[in-house]
């Protein structure tokens, strides 16, 4: 026979207390294996933890040496350039230089050539003024010579008149020649005069343009050096702030990378949870306990009996005896 306590005979089990949650709390006390096995588990999350944290850390470093790489070959790029840039500025100034220099020789000996021809052009009108008024004293004392033979009274005899009109017939044709003569140099210096004048337009109109074309050479020559030096003060400005940009973006990454060096729980081991998970991994070392030492397997069994067990005699105490049966 047996004996069975019931509460009022009406076989509740309100005394189980099955609400309460189960946890690994006093006064259970675990094996030192399965204290062993929570510390292997607990050092090899630590672990994978910690090799983690190594992997992200080489990663990143790796990152930041390859950008570092590639910010050294735009920066050697950008001095390439620049190097460009500042030859090609050099060149274009020499150039400048040498255009200007040109263009004042070229002035100055249009200018010369000019005043040369001036020059010429004035003696030769001096020299034609000169020969005009010779030509004219020429024929002045030529009429005078001729009026003077004419203002004679006495003719001698018929044979002398004669001569003397044979003389006066020659002698005026000689003057109309002389008139002609005259006339006609006067019209080739005319002539020379204005060819000469037309020469002189002709060279100041051809200096005037070629003065307007070397001009406009050395403003296209200013306009690409202008440019160029544009170019190089943008190519500068742009390296600057890729520098900038590189030293902010490296500040960054170390101000990231210290911040989750300095996070709450960075280096801290994964907190075990009281969920599924635990139990499950609790589960597995009790099944390896098991394995390995058969006389501690019933170890959660052990648990749930003396909590059963202190739970029948705790509800004993509280509650008065039911009348027994006897079987």
Not at 36 to 64: F, P
Not at 162 to 179: A, L
């Amino acid at each position: 026979s047996s004996i069975v306590s019931l509460d009022n005979s009406s076989g509740s089990c309100e005394w189980l207390d099955l609400d309460d949650k189960f946890n690994f709390s006093a006064p259970y006390v675990v094996s030192p294996l399965l204290q062993a096995s929570l510390e292997y588990d607990k050092e090899r999350d630590e672990e994978n933890h910690l090799y983690e944290i190594r992997r992200q850390l080489i990663e990143l470093q790796e990152q930041y040496q390859s950008k570092q790489l590639e910010h050294e070959e735009y920066k050697q790029k950008l001095k390439e350039l620049e190097v460009f840039y500042k030859e090609q500025i050099q060149q274009q100034q020499r150039y400048v230089e040498e255009f200007r220099l040109h263009i004042q020789v070229a002035q100055s000996q249009a200018q010369q050539e000019l005043e040369h021809d001036q020059e010429q052009l004035n003696q030769q009108i001096k020299e034609n003024q000169l020969c005009l008024a010779n030509e004219e004293r020429r024929l002045v004392s030529l009429e005078q010579q001729r009026r003077d033979l004419g203002v004679q009274t006495e003719s001698p005899s018929f044979s002398e008149c004669g001569v003397q009109i044979t003389v006066e017939t020659d002698e005026i044709p000689s003057i109309e020649q002389n008139r002609k003569r005259l006339v006609q140099l006067e019209l080739l210096q005319k002539h020379s005069l204005r060819k000469a004048e037309r020469s002189i337009s002709k060279k100041k109109v051809k200096f005037q343009l070629e003065r307007i074309a070397e001009k406009h050479k050395l403003l296209e020559a200013k306009q690409n050096l202008r440019e160029l030096e544009t170019a190089s003060l943008l190519s500068e400005h742009q390296t600057k702030l890729d520098k900038s940009r590189t030293v902010q973006t490296t500040s960054n990454s170390r101000v990231t990378c210290w911040r989750k060096s300095r996070s709450p729980g960075f280096f801290r081991p994964r907190s075990h949870s009281l969920s599924v998970p635990l139990v499950r991994r609790h589960s597995d070392t009790n099944n390896l306990v098991s394995r390995l030492y058969p006389q501690h397997a019933p170890v959660y069994s052990d648990f749930l009996k003396r909590k059963t067990s202190d739970l029948a005699t705790s509800s004993q105490t509280k509650k008065p005896s039911t009348p027994q049966e006897t079987f």
